[in-house]
């Protein structure tokens, strides 16, 4: 079983930044893509970016440029820095690692743009 904490969500001004973690615990191997998607209110779960063990990282279209995922492979843990945030990123933003083609998703943290 794999275990994902999120942290770092909150209430923002359009413009501001957040900064998201997640700390993944239990069986995890090295070759594990780790990212974020987020959720809207009415809308469907989306990718916001995923970076492989190798850090390569894939970002969706609408936060090229203003975010940055990165991880840290020796403490298990996922970032997501949100730059110029805009009031459409509003959602719950979930945590996942995929490990032997099993996704897991973290309970989500909540982020709000306010304009």
């Known amino acids: 079983q794999v275990q994902l904490v999120e942290s770092g969500g909150g209430l923002v001004q359009a413009g501001g930044s957040l900064r998201l973690s997640c700390a993944a615990s239990?069986?995890?191997?090295?070759?594990?893509?780790m990212g974020w998607f987020r959720q809207a209110p009415g809308k469907q779960r989306e990718l916001v970016a995923e970076i492989t063990s190798r850090g390569n990282p894939v970002y969706a279209d609408s936060v090229k440029g203003r975010f940055t995922i990165s991880r840290d492979n020796a403490k298990n843990t996922v970032y997501l820095q949100m730059n110029s945030l805009k009031p459409e990123d509003t959602g719950v933003y979930y945590c996942?690692?995929?490990?032997?083609?099993?996704?897991?998703w973290g309970q989500g943290t909540q982020v709000t743009v306010s304009s």
């Open positions: 996942t690692l995929v490990s032997l083609n099993r996704r897991y």
């Open positions: 239990g069986s995890i191997f090295d070759s594990s893509t």
